[in-house]
């Protein structure tokens, strides 16, 4: 009697997925990829897990699943092992459940069959094939391992003959000797007993065959009968989905969330091309993306769309727009045209004129020193406490708001868009895009010199040019302006404000971006959200994006309203996910977005909302009914070896790159930079410091010249006399009172720890300068802006007029 053994693993029968695993009271539900195949639920951190740790594995042949609610069940097996489990939605459980009974199933079935025949051949390992595919590999397999074996045992015969031929031989020659009556019978025994042998070999080679050919023979009966069967499993599993989705739906009905109503009956949406017009509903089911918020208080989620959206014909469309939130514009653009966009020809990139470099010098693995920084600031002034370039990376902030640009595309699409809706998508995922490149980039660009800039001209090789100004020291601010020849232009006005929480660092950006599109008309601004920098003290830094983005269309009305999740160690969502909702003028939603902000944005188009249940908050939610999600945006990867390079992406890589006919005020003629870049860090802090100095003489300077020029020559000498006295504090007092007044802090000596460039002082004041300055930026002007009603510098014209005509006399000598 053979003692039982485990069923041997059929291959084919995989299912793989996300699911959220409770771990710990602390940690709570954890999401993890698990794993169905060959009767075993295997489960991983993360996919790139599967070819080296796997967490744990429960054999469903003994196991016990049940349901508890919608979206959580449990699976045990008799208190050893025991699996809570959380799916993201009704329907993703309900396939679960199907897979693993029908899995269970199958485990139990084989593992009867095994302990019925005893069988005692050893397992095979699975393999990766699906379905029939994977049963014909694994009875390919045993034939081939049965060939193998019979191939051995005719070597064997083989050499059986061999050597009783021999050993025949042999008898033959003794038995010619003519010896005794009695030697010559045992010579004939043995000679029969060879040939007995002989033929019994040759019996057990043919009989091997025989088992060979009739296995071959039945194999491609056995093949038609599991491919039946993997059909049946097929039909069942999409029949158990329909009911769950039916399920799901009424269930949503009687609360009121997800009716139509009658008058939707008239089969009026037109989808040009966009959306398959298959009659059954679950061709989509696969794409449907669910937003349920069962520990984040989201302001909606949604649901497919109901299946006959996808069956309408194209005769009446304006049918059903009026009562969707639709205008017969957005109606009639084809769906997939917004996710591809395919260019023109005659919009096609032009060929690079000049090759751009892929690398920079590695980042040098230098010692830092902290203490050794702390000494030598003792008895000194916070003001004048040189930052080390160890915390920076070889950029300038001015450089990292061209990045901006990195994902132009988005623009040029949007600007070919005829529908404002439309356009609102391309540049909601514009917005997004600008943060992809931050999610590795912990080093701090340097700080810009007053009057520095920086070109990106890329006009012969995608299109566009830009041009930023540092236009202001205290509080710091640029500006940036970026126009294209595919009819849109870009700008911005930033200041950065810092609050430093003790483990993190918040930097809010003030100021609004602005984008404006030549043909439409159409003005949109938007401002950016807090980027939180963790870790500061102790542990490794990451960072963090969170916070909210109303990107406003001010000639239509349109609004999108983007929400950046703030990462949470117990939510179940995924990190760094960005929601949104386009709607219009009169607050109907058209569109929902959805994604990450390092990763990819998708858009679904929103087919009917209604209110639904209250939120975990109270609040009640809108749900609405989309159309599958279609990526809109997808984040470049990162060049090889960027884990060197300060995680520069791509365009990063090439905006340090020298350039001929540049300004002498552009940051790659930046020397403490240029040395960074070199891995010359000593060099590079020494000659940050000569920088600094030279910028605070210059302002010190201009701050002299202010005084006379506003005031009689006694009050000029008194306030030179004041501005020499306050040389030691630099550029850091306030400047509440008028220019030609002298003030002390108003809260005396407790203000010198807050007299940090960007920093605030007590109860919010912000910190500036007493002393008047009469810097004017060279290439931008103030202006107030009529449509959105903000104050910004504007690019007043004449850069690149200077740079083909090479004069740059009017540029200041600041480096």
Not at 539 to 550: A, H, N
Not at 717 to 737: C, F, L, N, P
């Amino acid at each position: 009697m053979s003692e039982s053994k485990p069923p041997t693993p059929t291959p084919g029968d995989t299912y793989k997925g996300w699911l959220f695993k409770w771990t710990n009271y602390i940690k709570g539900y954890q999401r993890r990829w698990f794993v169905l195949s060959n009767g075993l639920l295997s489960y991983y951190r993360t996919q790139a897990e599967m070819g080296h740790t796997c967490r744990g594995t429960i054999n469903l042949a003994t196991a016990n699943i049940a349901v508890e609610d919608s979206c959580n069940f449990v699976i045990s097996n008799g208190g050893a092992q025991t699996y809570h489990l959380k799916a993201s939605s009704e329907v993703e459980r309900q396939r679960w459940i199907t897979a693993l009974e029908l899995a269970k199933a199958k485990a139990v079935r084989m593992q009867a069959e095994s302990d019925d025949s005893g069988d005692e051949c050893p397992a095979m390992p699975p393999t990766s094939g699906q379905g029939g595919g994977g049963r014909n590999s694994e009875v390919q397999s045993t034939l081939r391992t049965l060939g193998s074996k019979v191939e051995d045992l005719t070597t064997c015969n083989d050499l059986i003959v061999k050597h009783g031929s021999a050993l025949q031989r042999s008898l033959s020659e003794l038995e010619g000797l003519r010896v005794g009556g009695d030697m010559g019978e045992k010579i004939r025994q043995v000679t029969e007993r060879a040939t007995l042998f002989r033929i019994t070999s040759n019996a057990m080679i043919n009989a091997c065959r025989d088992f060979l050919s009739l296995a071959q023979n039945h194999s491609k009966r056995w093949q038609k009968a599991l491919q039946a069967e993997r059909d049946q499993r097929i039909r069942l599993e999409e029949t158990l989905e329909q009911l769950a989705k039916q399920h799901n739906h009424l269930e949503r009905a009687f609360r009121g969330a997800t009716v139509l109503p009658s008058s939707f009956s008239n089969p009026a949406l037109a989808n040009k091309g966009g959306v398959s017009g298959k009659g059954d509903a679950s061709d989509e089911d696969d794409d449907n993306e669910f937003f349920d918020a069962m520990e984040d208080p989201a302001e909606f989620i949604t649901v497919p769309a109901d299946p006959k959206y996808h069956r309408r014909s194209g005769s009446n469309v304006s049918g059903i727009s009026s009562e969707t939130g639709m205008d017969d514009q957005s109606v009639n653009f084809d769906e997939l045209s917004l996710a591809s966009n395919p260019d023109s020809p005659q919009s096609l990139e032009l060929e690079p004129v000049r090759q751009r470099r892929t690398r920079i010098p590695d980042k040098p693995n230098y010692y830092l020193n902290l203490w050794s920084i702390m000494k030598n600031c003792i008895g000194k002034e916070l003001s004048k406490i040189p930052m080390p370039v160890n915390f920076n990376e070889p950029l300038s902030m001015l450089q990292r708001l061209s990045e901006d640009l990195e994902y132009y595309e988005l623009l040029d699409k949007a600007a070919k868009c005829q529908s404002s809706l439309e356009q609102m998508c391309y540049v909601a995922a514009f917005t997004v895009s600008s943060y992809s490149t931050t999610v590795h980039r912990t080093g701090k660009p340097f700080n810009p010199l007053l009057g520095e800039t920086f070109e990106l001209d890329r006009l012969r090789e995608c299109g566009y040019r830009s041009l930023c100004e540092q236009v202001s020291h205290h509080p710091p601010a640029a500006a940036h302006h970026a126009a294209s020849e595919k009819g849109w232009s870009l700008r911005q006005e930033i200041t950065l404000a810092s609050k430093f929480r003790g483990k993190y660092l918040s930097i809010m950006p003030l100021g609004s971006i602005q984008c404006l599109f030549e043909k439409s008309n159409n003005h949109y601004s938007w401002k950016k959200v807090t980027t939180t920098v963790h870790n500061i003290i102790v542990g490794k830094l990451w960072i963090d994006q969170s916070g909210e983005i109303d990107v406003v269309n001010h000639r239509t009305g349109d609004r999108c309203h983007l929400k950046f999740a703030p990462y949470s160690y117990f939510s179940r969502d995924v990190p760094r996910k960005v929601t949104g909702v386009v709607t219009d003028k009169d607050g109907k939603a058209h569109y929902v977005l959805s994604g990450t902000w390092d990763e990819k944005m998708e858009f679904s188009r929103v087919m009917q909302s209604s209110k639904g249940e209250n939120g975990t908050e109270g609040k009640q939610r809108t749900v609405y009914q989309t159309l599958k999600a279609k990526e809109i945006w997808k984040k470049n990867p990162l060049p090889e070896g960027a884990e060197n390079m300060y995680y520069f992406s791509s365009l990063a890589l090439t905006l340090n790159e020298p350039e001929e006919g540049i300004a002498p005020t552009d940051s790659r003629r930046r020397p403490d930079q240029r040395l960074m870049e070199d891995g010359r860090w000593d060099e590079a802090n020494a000659e940050k410091q000569r920088l600094e100095e030279k910028q605070r003489t210059a302002r010190r300077e201009r701050e002299r010249e202010a005084v006379k020029a506003v005031n009689s020559p006694e009050e000029a000498d008194a306030g030179e006399a004041g501005t020499q006295a306050s040389e030691v504090s630099d550029e850091t007092d306030t400047e509440d009172s008028p220019p030609h007044t002298p003030v002390a802090s108003p809260y005396g000596p407790s203000l010198l720890p807050y007299l940090m460039e960007g920093k605030e002082g007590p109860y919010g004041t912000p910190v500036k300068s007493a002393h008047p300055d009469n810097y004017q930026a060279l290439w931008f002007e103030k202006l107030d802006d009529p449509v959105s009603g903000e104050t910004l510098h504007v690019y007043k014209g004449g850069y690149w007029e200077a740079k083909d005509q090479g004069n740059w006399d009017m540029c200041p000598d600041i480096f």
